[in-house]
């Protein structure tokens, strides 16, 4: 607790004075995903013993059917991606962080605070991040490693997992070993993938167009002009098919028809992700999965490609808000250092900057068994 003090002590004091200044409410009123309940009840307690202001959480609850209503949160969670067509229903808080002797837009990663920003307002305050990384079942790797050794040509001495400097010949070529099938070459019956594939989401097949080269529209177009018949999308829509839907030399993802929930990383017969996101991190740990992280392969001669996303959660304030003050200075605890502690815990890292040094100062019981490293050298490469 000693810690929580410790970051929240600059905004107490002007804080706890507002319950008695004639705020017509000391309930502050959050709307959070369905798997946070519980989670933060540690921070709400803690926020209301110092200020008085009590944090009423719901969970699960469409954020876009609250806005409005009677029902509106004081905290509205938003993103790097929805805030733009959020902001009518968001205040302005630049002024409130100009005041602040806690919060500073120099604190959280430039790309984000540059989304959140809009017309030189700022509508939001980033939490978690999400970033694109190569996910991998360590088990999976493991057992096939003999067949990993020969398909990379790797000595008895190096690692089978994935590395930093990985192209796509190598993640293809690891993703062929490590799938399963029995029957004939012509017609396969896949037990166990290299690869999943992401049908129901951008989010695998944009990162190659990035990486090549290209982007789904013209760039300076203002969005109208569509790039899909580039030569770089090509390429990237061609890789794509061909690990999901190529012959078993080049084949080590499903396709359509074998997509099922069975062929996924988490079903456990699934030994890597491309891309994926960070907010799985504690259903992998829940499930008992042994997995680690590395950063994005990249194109074939293009070891310095960029192209993986990197988004945040973000929260802000209603403009219908009666206690803004008090909501703000929740945001200065939420989106600060002890927030990003008590994110951690659950999977989450925060869009502060020494956020890989917060955990480094960590217990290393409480600091996650993976590559956490990875995580800050992909937020370098992301766009």
Known sequence: MSKLKHAFSLSLLATSLLVGCGSSSNVLQIALDVEDEGRYDELFAYFTAQTGYEIKATYGQDIGKLIGTKN???????????????????????????????????????????????????????????????????????????????ALELGPSDSVYPQADWDYQDYQKAGVALSKYTGSTANPTYSQYGAETQLNWWGEWLVYVNQMGGSFYEPDSNNHICALTSQEAIAATTFFREKSMGDTNTKFAPDAIELTADASFMGGNVAMIFGGHMGDWYSYDALGLDWDIQVLPTPVGIPEARGGEISADAFGISVRSDNVKGA????????????????????KVSALKNMEMLIATLPENEQKDISIDVVFDAMDKAL
């Open 72 to 150: 509106e949160p004081d905290i509205i969670k938003t993103s790097t991606v929805l805030v733009s067509s959020m902001k009518n229903s968001l205040r302005d808080l630049s002024s409130l962080i100009d005041d602040s002797d806690v919060v500073s837009p120099d604190k959280y990663i430039d790309s984000l605070m540059d989304a959140l920003t809009i017309d030189d307002k700022i509508y939001a305050l980033p939490t978690s991040v999400n970033t694109s990384l190569l996910y991998y079942n360590k088990t999976l790797f493991d057992n096939s490693a003999a067949d990993l050794r020969t």
């Open 328 to 347: 703000f200075a929740f945001l200065e605890l939420w989106t600060g250092e002890q927030g990003a502690l008590q994110m951690y815990k659950y999977g």
